[in-house]
């Protein structure tokens, strides 16, 4: 794998094995990079979740170049990474430079979720939600989870559900109260829960 750098204006070149120029299927959005941190090529980055775990165990990230900026797709092996307060700072290998790193302003990060370090009892990454049917104790089908929100207290599931021919989303408090059972496995949710209470 080669990861020299041009100059110290641009990126570095990409880190890929021979042969696999192409991203991975199934890329996930873990990160982006806020800035430069330090002199010595370190990048401050805002994960995009409050527990930045597969940032921190991954090797290999995936990075595309903001919008509005020339299209540039790489993968680059990460030397090291640590949370810092809020953030995480990490040094890929072969950035030395605060130049460097400041050209990596705005780039998205992705990973492979196999790199996701496996979840603990009772908890469960976002994206292994999403897609998974909703039923209630009943068996009537409630939707299919589209995405998540954060309220600060819980997590919110948003369904997307068809009534009558039309389109509209559910919303489902993610917490012990309403959820009984979660089956990854199976792409499955039971949730306590009755179309009434929309």
């Known amino acids: 794998m080669s990861k020299p750098a041009s100059t110290d204006s641009k990126p570095l070149s990409a880190d890929r094995p021979e042969g696999h120029t192409d991203w991975p ?3 996930i959005q873990v990160g982006h990079v806020l800035d430069a941190w330090g002199t010595q090529g370190w990048l401050k980055i805002a994960p995009e979740s409050n527990e930045p775990a597969a940032l921190l ?4 990230w995936w990075m595309h170049s903001p919008q509005g900026r020339p299209l540039q797709r790489a993968q680059y092996a990460v030397r090291l990474a640590r949370r810092h307060t809020q953030s995480v700072v990490a040094l890929l290998d072969g950035t030395t430079t605060r130049t460097q790193a400041e050209s990596f302003r705005g ?4 990973a492979r979720r196999e790199d996701f ?3 603990r009892k009772d908890e469960y990454y976002w994206v292994d939600l999403i897609g ?6 009943e068996g009537l089908q409630l939707g299919m989870v589209s995405g998540l929100l954060d309220s600060g207290a819980q997590a919110v599931l948003q369904l ?3 009534t ?3 389109q509209h989303e559910r919303l489902i408090p993610f917490v012990d109260a309403y959820i ?3 089956d990854i496995a199976a792409r499955r949710i039971v949730a306590d829960w009755l179309p009434e209470y929309d």
Request: some cysteine; hydrophobic content about 35%.
């Open 57 to 60: 165990k991954a090797s290999h």
């Open 107 to 110: 780039w998205t990060i992705h």
């Open 132 to 137: 998974c049917t909703v039923l209630n104790r």
């Open 25 to 27: 299927e199934g890329l």
């Open 180 to 182: 009984v059972e979660v």
């Open 160 to 162: 997307h559900t068809a």
């Open 117 to 119: 370090p496996p979840a």
């Open 164 to 166: 009558g021919g039309q």
